[in-house]
């Protein structure tokens, strides 16, 4: 099962690297990883996407609540939540691509940025499925040239918040 966790993280050098190493050593594989600051300059919010069984991420949550530099954790698959991604996509065009641009741009609610006939770029926001089905749809009449993903952020639905758990539901490790 695909999850999405959010850690609040202390933002001091290596907290990072000791968070993945943890992933890593236990043969996970992030498939998305999105790193940005707080309102308080002591804490990152690090939203990541991991596949695994309930079980194993439940697991791996648990020793991730052990490493000193995470403040809290919250397994965001298991609540309601909103789950975004920013692309960037850029496109070589054949003859008459450009139309074809344009539609699939309105289609998505994407903006171009580039508005050349013979190359074409794109940015769109969206859930990650989303975003997929702009790429392969756009990949039947384009040549993908690059393609630019933030990976996925996400907060909960209503009036939780990672910050507000953590006040609630203090780790102990």
Not at 10 to 31: C, H, K, P, W
Not at 55 to 81: C, E, P, R, S, Y
């Amino acid at each position: 099962m695909r999850h999405v966790i959010s850690v609040l993280l202390q933002n001091e050098v290596g907290a990072l690297t000791r968070m993945t190493g943890l992933f890593s050593s236990r043969g996970y594989n992030i498939d998305s990883l999105n790193v940005a600051p707080t309102d308080d300059p002591l804490v990152s919010r690090v939203t990541l996407v991991i596949e695994g069984s309930d079980a194993a991420i439940a697991q791996l949550n648990t020793q991730l609540a052990k490493l000193v530099d995470v403040v809290n954790i919250h397994d965001m698959t298991l609540g309601d939540h909103f789950e975004g991604e920013l692309a960037i996509v850029k496109m070589k065009l054949q003859t008459g691509g450009y139309v074809k641009v344009a539609n699939l741009a309105k289609q998505y609610g994407a903006e171009i940025l580039d508005e050349s006939q013979v190359s074409c770029t794109v940015r769109l926001t969206g859930r990650p499925s989303e975003v997929d089905d702009f790429i392969r749809a756009a990949a039947e009449f384009a040549d993908i040239s690059a393609v630019a993903r933030s990976g996925s952020v996400a907060v909960s639905k209503g009036e939780v918040t990672l910050s507000s758990y953590a006040r609630h539901h203090r780790l102990t490790g």
